[in-house]
Nanobody, 126 residues
Framework: QLQLVESGGGLVQPGGSLTLSCAASGAALDYYGIGWFRQAPGKEREGVSCISSSGGSTNYADSVKGRFTISRDNAKNTFFLQMNSLKPEDTAVYYC???????????????????WGQGTQVSVSS
């Protein structure tokens, strides 16, 4: 059973950067598509980014394009979300997720993902 654990969240000022990590255990990530989601208070969970098992396909929500970068290190069974130029509206609990088919859907929706981490809080405030 694949298990995912996020780390790297925290408090950062607007314009700052954070890198989130998601460490997997219980299975090798090589064949899984992976993604990041976030949920702000009072809002639904939304897809932020995903990357295919090969790393050849990535997608981003319009709100983070050009600021966030998803990557994966299969050798370390870990994947990352580099977040730059952070804005107060990026404040949310961020979740990592994995899906068995190895894909990265253009529309990054929860229904495609099978395994979830517990979440890490990211707060952007001065």
């Amino acid at each position: 059973q694949l298990q995912l654990v996020e780390s790297g969240g925290g408090l950062v000022q607007p314009g700052g950067s954070l890198t989130l990590s998601c460490a997997a255990s219980g299975a090798a990530l090589d064949y899984y598509g992976i993604g990041w989601f976030r949920q702000a208070p009072g809002k639904e969970r939304e897809g932020v980014s995903c990357i295919s098992s090969s790393g050849g396909s990535t997608n981003y929500a319009d709100s983070v394009k050009g600021r966030f970068t998803i990557s994966r290190d299969n050798a370390k069974n870990t994947f990352f979300l580099q977040m730059n130029s952070l804005k107060p509206e990026d404040t949310a609990v961020y979740y990592c997720a994995a899906e068995r088919l190895g894909g990265c859907p253009r529309r990054i929706s929860m229904q495609h993902f099978d395994y979830w981490g517990q979440g890490t809080q990211v707060s952007v405030s001065s």
